[in-house]
């Protein structure tokens, strides 16, 4: 698990944050964001400890939020050779991001969600084909989320400075409320990690694991 080290100005007030009192889970989608078996199990060149760390934490925010009656949704990141969702030639073909591309392509045993996690029947599974999963070339996830009345979203999953971040930052300036979960996000390290929860705490109320269950029972965060 990661060392959590939230910066100065999230701690003592110094920069303002969202803080929400409360949630609505008739109202609220938890996106659970690219837990995919290439990000996720162990002998993917892709995958990390941290992201294994966070299941036990995922999991139970994902049956927290389906008991409350709130959404559930997971994301894959996704390839696509098709517009209006395939990304330009440049960035797939890239150094960096090539070997992936063509892990995430549908039907390659990398694309699918981890069995590890706790998905059940009636849960939305979203193919996205960038980083943010609220972008229109990416997917359809915010036209679905409006017309099931859904105006909150908790983001859990990796990776924390990338897809998670980015569809924080997506959501909040389309106007929906967002919950960021500490211990329930993970990047490759723990100063990327650290740092992007710096950077995410000015799009979004940054809660963790217990304060984010409580929330959905209806409870307020101890």
Not at 44 to 70: E, K, T, W
Not at 74 to 88: G, K, N, V, W
Not at 103 to 110: S, V
Not at 128 to 149: E, H, I, N, V
Request: hydrophobic fraction near 40%; proline fraction near 6%; charge should be negative.
């Amino acid at each position: 698990m990661h060392k959590l080290e939230l910066p100065p100005h999230l701690i003592d007030g110094t920069r303002p944050c969202f803080r929400f009192a409360s949630l609505e889970p008739a109202r609220t989608a938890l996106l659970v964001i690219d837990l995919q078996v290439a990000f996720v199990d162990e002998g993917q060149p892709f995958a990390s400890q941290n992201a294994r760390d966070i299941l036990p934490n995922v999991n139970a925010i994902i049956a927290a939020a389906r008991a409350a009656g709130a959404l559930v949704v997971f994301t894959r990141a996704s390839t696509s050779d098709h517009p209006p969702y395939a990304r330009p030639d440049w960035f797939d073909r890239s150094a960096a991001y090539a070997p992936l591309a063509d892990l995430l392509r549908e039907g390659r045993p990398g694309h699918a969600l981890s069995a590890l996690l706790d998905r059940q029947q009636g849960d939305l599974v979203i193919d996205k084909y960038r980083s943010s999963a609220m972008l229109p070339q990416s997917c359809d996830l915010t036209d679905r989320l409006r017309a099931g009345g859904i105006d909150t979203l908790i983001i859990v999953g990796a990776i924390t400075n990338y897809c998670c971040e980015n569809t924080a930052r997506d959501a909040c300036q389309m106007d929906f409320r967002v919950f960021f979960v500490t211990d329930a996000t993970a990047a490759m390290t723990d100063a990327e990690h650290n740092a992007s929860l710096g950077s995410v705490g000015g799009h979004a109320d940054l809660r963790d694991t217990s304060e984010i269950i409580r929330l959905l029972q209806g409870h307020e965060p101890q």
